[in-house]
């Protein structure tokens, strides 16, 4: 069982930059893929990044395009940590961010929600214009 915390959410301009944290419970951190998704009122749930597990060479990341070159996601192994930093805000970044777990054993990073086994309350993110 892993339990997620997010928090960094926050109101920000547009242009400006957050930090989102999500803090992971238990021992197996590192062999988690780990992903942020996002949900806008009224729309679906959307990837927006993730990384693969630990234990190769690197830790591979994908982004959603709408925030490639914008976000970056990292992960601490050792403080059980994975955050997403957040540049260039736009007005449609306004959403719930979520953090959620894989147990996937590969390297692949995956981007469809329901695969990833656990999920944070999530922590709301709004850019005002």
């Known amino acids: 069982q892993v339990q997620l915390v997010e928090s960094g959410g926050g109101l920000v301009q547009a242009g400006g930059s957050l930090r989102l944290s999500c803090a992971a419970s238990?021992?197996?951190?590192?062999?988690?893929?780990m992903g942020w998704f996002r949900q806008a009122p009224g729309k679906e749930r959307d990837f927006v990044a993730g990384i693969s597990r630990s234990g190769g060479i690197t830790d591979f990341t994908d982004y959603a395009d709408a925030v490639k070159g914008r976000f970056t996601i990292s992960r601490d192994n050792a403080k059980n940590m994975v955050y997403l930093q957040m540049n260039s805000l736009k007005p449609e970044d306004t959403a719930v961010y979520y953090c959620a777990a894989d147990r996937n054993p590969t390297t692949i990073v995956r981007r469809r929600g329901p695969l990833y086994d656990y999920w944070g309350q999530g922590t709301q993110v709004t850019v005002s214009s």
């Open positions: 238990g021992r197996t951190f590192s062999s988690y893929a």
